[in-house]
């Protein structure tokens, strides 16, 4: 056995030899105890462990009693345990319990700071007995040490501007969009309320209708001043001469309709009692011009100026031919 087991051996031997005797030399008794905390130099408010732990007879009942209130500490849950101490071996029996307790705790004070011992209560089933394990001290530093104090802080700021929608004065800026609106408003009304009060132009005043077939006659002269076959452009002469002659006979004839096909307007002027030698000819020079439009056909400058004739001669006839399709 070595030396240092030797030496808690007998240390042991002598705690129970004081833990021995009658009833009342035992009341007069005190226990083994001690108390620690670590680390023993802490931060403002930085965690610590505080160990407590008493040797007691293994037949005594121990139960450790709440710290004192104090200020400058918290204390957290505490933590108990029982270990057992044998003679030689188990069969020999135990000679003493020891009992701990960690309880982790927090300082709020700078220096030096007493914690108090922790009380304990030991029931030997002959008195129960109250201790108090040793009072213990913890160094409390800041958290900004000493060299700290010429540390270079960051630069005072001032307040952060508000964001733009809460600067705006929202109450004003409706006001002055209610006040627009009726501006506008009342604008508006006025304008309406002097077209009302108009008097209408006596109908002498009034521009007389012009004659279709002098509008016919004026678009087609326009259109032959662009020289349009010249320039090879068949397919723009043969649509510009169709949409004269459509427009005339729409004016005149009152049966055709924008958008009819060449089919559709052959049929409507058949209806309406074109003469046969005119609804033959305009047929013919319809096709032709449809054929140039969409078909792409081939079409020389004499093709083209003998429809462009035949449809001023057709623009030209009497007075009373048209009268018999109207």
């Avoid at 849950?77 to 020891?98: L, Q």
């Avoid at 723009?236 to 004016?251: C, S, W």
């Avoid at 047929?283 to 429809?307: C, H, I, M, Y």
């Amino acid at each position: 056995m070595t030396t240092g087991r030797l030496r808690s051996l007998a240390a042991l031997m002598a705690m129970v030899s004081l833990l021995g005797g009658t009833g009342a030399a035992r009341a007069q008794e005190s226990i083994a105890a001690r108390a620690s905390v670590e680390p023993g130099v802490v931060h403002l408010g930085e965690r610590a462990l505080y160990r407590g732990f008493v040797v007691v007879r293994p037949d005594a009942r121990v139960r450790w009693l709440a710290p004192e209130a104090n200020e400058a500490l918290t204390w957290g849950d505490r933590r108990a345990r029982r270990a057992s101490r044998f003679a030689g071996s188990v069969e020999h029996g135990r000679v003493a319990d020891t009992v701990s307790v960690e309880i982790p705790l927090q300082a709020f004070r700078l220096g030096e700071v007493p914690v108090p011992g922790l009380g304990v209560e030991v029931d030997d089933s002959v008195v129960t007995r109250r201790y108090r394990l040793p009072v213990v001290r913890l160094v409390v530093m800041p958290v900004l040490t000493a060299a700290d104090s010429n540390a270079d802080y960051r630069a005072v700021h001032g307040p952060l501007a508000a964001p733009w929608w809460e600067r705006v004065p929202w109450t004003w800026v409706i006001v002055g969009l209610l006040v627009v609106a009726a501006i506008v408003a009342l604008v508006v009304w006025r304008r309406r309320r002097k077209r009302r009060g108009v008097i209408a132009a006596p109908a002498s005043a009034r521009q007389a209708p012009r004659d279709p077939r002098l509008e016919a006659l004026a678009a087609l002269t326009a259109l032959r001043g662009l020289h349009l076959p010249e320039h090879g452009r068949f397919a723009e002469h043969a649509f510009r001469l169709g949409q004269i002659l459509r427009r005339y006979l729409e004016a005149v004839t009152g049966t055709t309709r924008p958008g009819d096909t060449t089919p559709e307007l052959v049929a409507h002027l058949r209806q309406a009692g074109l003469e046969p030698d005119d609804l033959t000819r305009l047929s013919g020079v319809l096709r032709a011009w449809d054929q140039v439009k969409f078909a792409r056909e081939p079409f020389t400058l004499e093709e083209a100026n003998r429809t462009e004739r035949a449809t001023e001669a057709f623009l030209r006839q009497p007075a009373s031919s048209t009268e018999k399709v109207a």
